[in-house]
């Protein structure tokens, strides 16, 4: 379908009054229950949520669902462009199937399907595919909306740091702080460490001469020229194929492997409940699944091959790892086992790492932090560096100590983002993992604000005096008047 498509705006308005009707019968919101706390920097959020994109904005509702209304939202991007969507992403469709209800919790008229087709019509989505990424954002632009979520943007983190029993600062950007008893890193798929940049290409490229797929890239100066993209894996094809598009003259794609990856172990993970069940595994039975998932590029959808390869001028080099690169009279000289070629620039797929000494704002809180190598003895025939670097999470997202004395620098501390992979599976940058991840983190997030204060609300219930019946015994005569 084109993104350009009209929206009906009629049956979206219909759409939405169902959605507050349907919000209402399953008594979505009510006053707080948590107990305010002060501090004399300013008001204390109960949680502060970093990342407004879908992990970000879902977190928010779910909190807000379980009574917790005094939270923030914070992300770095001008209004409405959260996330990758519009920033760095550049498929044209999810790669998802479309049917998937990650973010609704369940309640049929905030699904992206009730959205989409009260927008373009039932027949519109019997005809799609996969959702365009475009669409997809204006879909959570209108989540964000019409369930009025607190985001602030414009507002970069660049520190977390304890203030106080209990209470973390955020640091921003722009100077100013915010307080909150709760943060939670809802920081998307490069939030739990960095992107991937080679020693070769750092030590022998000047700057300009190459960029991440996480990165903007100024195409419209490559009009006519010829690109490298070193990596294989999905982002691969969908930045060939965007470039091409937008005139590049020659794009060609270098993967190590000999063979174009096949298998995606995601849909079988959807198929038999892995998305769901897999926190019940043991240590070491996440270790080996997950040193399988990581041997996978995941595979570009075949729509995307299929366009990409349809230009003139792209070329695929199988079997063929950089070996050298230089940089000679303004151009890349990329060496391969096989030849050398000339390019204008050079664009690099090649993953990320997820590790918490990697975050700036985690700098302070980084060495306290446990991770997988710390805590879970593998055979060292199996340790792979890789998932050794993740941290190593509680059952509801939440950060653990590397020793019983930094328990409480990390206490209110979540990571939503993908570095929960070996931990908690697919969750918070996987959409198929989703629906079953955001329960698991609100109801952490709700029961650790209640166990925090246990003590005062104990008291308060046992000292509980209100009193609701109101009946008397014998009867007075007035009330056995007005029964006859």
């Not at 919790?105 to 005809?127: D, H, K, R, V």
């Amino acid at each position: 379908m084109s993104e350009k498509q009209p929206v009906d705006i009629q049956a979206l308005a219909a759409l939405e009054a169902d959605l507050a009707r349907q919000l209402a019968l399953v008594d979505s919101f009510g006053p707080d229950w948590t107990r305010p706390r002060t501090h004399p920097d300013g008001p204390v959020y109960d949680v502060v949520i970093v990342g407004g994109g879908q992990s970000g904005l879902a977190t928010a509702f779910g909190l807000k669902r379980e009574r917790i209304n005094n939270i923030l939202v914070l992300d770095e991007n001008p209004a409405g462009f959260e996330g990758p969507w519009e920033t760095y992403a550049r498929m044209i469709t999810l790669r998802t199937p479309k049917g998937l209800t990650p973010i609704d919790y369940g309640i049929p008229a905030l699904t992206p399907q009730a959205w989409f087709t009260a927008c373009f019509g039932a027949a519109a989505w019997e005809a799609l595919d996969k959702i365009p990424r475009g669409v997809w954002m204006d879909y959570l632009r209108w989540y964000r909306r019409v369930l009025n979520l607190p985001v602030r943007n414009d507002a970069r983190v660049t520190g977390i740091t304890p203030a106080g029993e209990g209470i973390y600062s955020v640091a921003l950007a722009d100077g100013d702080a915010v307080l909150a008893r709760k943060v939670v890193l809802a920081t998307g798929i490069q939030g739990g460490g960095e992107w991937h940049t080679p020693a070769m290409i750092r030590e022998n490229l000047p700057r300009h001469a190459y960029a991440h797929t996480s990165e903007p890239i100024d195409l419209a100066a490559l009009k006519g020229k010829r690109v490298g993209i070193l990596g294989g894996g999905a982002s691969a094809f969908d930045n060939a194929n965007h470039a091409l598009a937008q005139g590049v003259g020659e794009v060609h794609v270098f993967m190590r492997r000999k063979m174009l990856p096949r298998i995606n172990p995601i849909r079988f993970m959807e198929r038999v409940g892995f998305t769901a069940r897999y926190p019940a595994l043991s240590d070491a039975e996440k270790y080996s699944a997950m040193a399988a998932f990581l041997s996978h590029n995941q595979p570009p959808t075949n729509d995307t091959f299929n366009r990409a390869a349809s230009w003139p001028g792209f070329g695929l080099h199988l079997g063929s790892p950089w070996t050298d690169v230089a940089f000679e009279d303004g151009q890349v000289i990329v060496t391969t086992p096989h030849d050398r070629f000339a390019f204008d620039f050079v664009i690099l797929s090649t993953g990320l790492i997820s590790d918490p000494r990697l975050r700036p704002e985690l700098a302070g809180l980084a060495p306290h932090i446990a991770l997988w190598g710390d805590r879970v003895a593998m055979p060292e025939a199996e340790r792979n560096a890789l998932i050794d670097a993740h941290p190593y999470l509680g059952e509801a997202f939440e950060f653990t100590p590397r020793t019983p004395e930094a328990a409480p620098l990390l206490h209110g501390l979540f990571a939503f983002n993908y570095s929960a992979l070996i931990s908690l599976g697919l969750s918070a940058s996987a959409l198929s993992g989703m629906k079953n991840a955001l329960p698991r983190l609100v109801r952490g997030i709700a029961d650790q604000l209640f166990l925090d204060d246990r003590e005062a609300l104990l008291a308060q219930f046992i000292a509980y005096d209100e009193q609701e019946f109101v009946g008397e015994w014998p009867r007075p005569a007035s009330a056995v008047e007005a029964a006859a």
